[in-house]
């Protein structure tokens, strides 16, 4: 019996329609023994970044050789690449847009092929995902190498998105942004403590629409039940909660407002 070959989707389709389930029919038609694994369908349209960051936090997780696919392709039809890159023992196939941002600023990727389109076959100039990416991944899953998809790429050339704003940094601060909310309700801010290289010992608040937190907690348990505080959370992001309640719902923030990160005074 042939092994399971795993194959993690994210995408900004939603559940409303029928495209997740097409995707994964090419997927498991491409290769019968693929094991699909939702990670999200729930990216906010067009987001690449928001994609990126759940694939850079998630891929992790899988065992070697499992395919990761990810769809979040506004210049769908248009001339934009299409990527297989691969790293770390694992497979990623992707518009080459912007998605792959992260894996290559934590130099997850070793090598890119570009996916070019299977001759003889209906492409719909709108779901490039389904029925390109779809039959890539599963040739991947099925055991073909990046390089039988189409010519190498330089690491060089894929496209970057711009870093997340992380800015006016000085013995008293940093200015950031606000990154995502949550189905919870707490709001992720830019502010990654690993990479930006923030001693979280020195942390005595963050500043959001005119609101101070400064309750610094490992989790939310160590907070009162509806206060705010800060911490880090599972995927290394400094994030703004309320115990057992909605920060998002109690601050008039979203994607994108800046936010202030105070350090305590020395003395």
Known sequence: MARASVVTLITDFGWQDAYVGQLKGRLVQTCPQALPVDLSHDIPAWDIAAAGRVLAASWHFFPAATVHLAVVDP???SARRLVAA???GHFFAAPDNGLLTQ???DGVLEAAHEILMPPGQHISPTFHGRD???PAA?????GAR???LGPALPLHSLIRLPAPSVSARNAAGITGTVLSIDRFGNVRTSFHPHRDRIDTSL???IVLCNIVVNLRVRCYSEAPKGAYCFLVDSDGYLEVAINQGNAAQNIPC?????LHLQFKTRA
């Open 75 to 77: 210049g769908v039809g």
């Open 86 to 88: 691969s790293g770390q």
């Open 103 to 105: 894996l290559l600023a």
């Open 132 to 134: 390109i990416l779809a």
């Open 138 to 142: 599963g040739r991947l899953a099925a």
């Open 146 to 148: 990046p390089g039988e």
């Open 203 to 205: 942390l005595y608040s």
């Open 254 to 258: 979203k994607p994108g407002d800046p």
